[in-house]
Structures are given as C-alpha cells and as structure tokens.
C-alpha cells in the first residue's frame, strides 16, 4: 500500500490524524466562553468523520455503507463550519486553521467520490 506523508492512503488513519490536529489546534486556543462552545463542537465533528468511516467499512449491507459514509461526509462538513467559526473567533490561527480546512474539504471530496461509486 503506498502511502503520501501529507494524504495518507489509508483512510482510516488519515481521518483519525486529521481529528488529532484538530485536537492539538484546539488545546493552543485561550479559554473563554466562546472557544470552549467551539472546541466542543469540532472535536466531536472532526473525531466523527473517522468514527463513521470505520463503522461503514463494517456494514451490513450497501445500503448502510453508503448511509455510514454520509454521515462522516457529513461530520466532514460540519467540522469545516465550526473551523470557519474558531477562525473568526481566533484571527491569530488563521495560517493553523488553513490546512485543517483544506483536508476537511479533501476528506469530503474522497467521501463524495466512495459514495458516488457505491450508488450513492
């Protein structure tokens, strides 16, 4: 299996290093009322996109394949919200918060293209 250090090909451990960064970001931001609401939320997000990977790759069926990997298409997008909002929140983490974006969208992409090949 060939594997990019930056896009790794397995995505299963590409979804849970992209949650990991999220959580590194997320443990240098002040805390106040605003980011602790924030971080919540995009930690739960980011961590799901990998845990709803997972559960697809053991569905029972193509149906619920298809089903698991909308969520985490899903979580993918919420978790690019929520970044969207930290930025705002956090001007400072923009250049930290860019790249996180960026495999979010990367993430949702792939998810789009498994689906579609699925029936989706």
């Not at 969520?71 to 978790?79: D, H």
């Amino acid at each position: 299996m060939e594997s990019n250090k930056q896009h790794p090909f397995d995505l299963e451990r590409r979804t849970t290093e992209f949650a990991k960064q999220v959580i590194l970001l997320c443990r240098k931001l002040p805390r106040d009322a605003v980011n602790t609401r924030l971080v919540s939320q995009v930690v739960g997000s980011s961590g799901s996109i990998g845990a709803n990977y997972r559960e697809a790759n053991d569905a029972l069926g193509a149906k619920d394949f298809v089903s698991r990997l909308r969520i985490s298409r899903r979580e993918a997008k919420e978790t690019m919200h929520w970044l969207e909002l930290i930025e705002t929140a956090n001007p400072e983490c923009r250049t930290e918060i860019k790249p996180l974006n960026n495999e979010a969208i990367e993430l949702c992409k792939i998810l789009s293209t498994i689906i579609k090949k699925n029936g989706g």
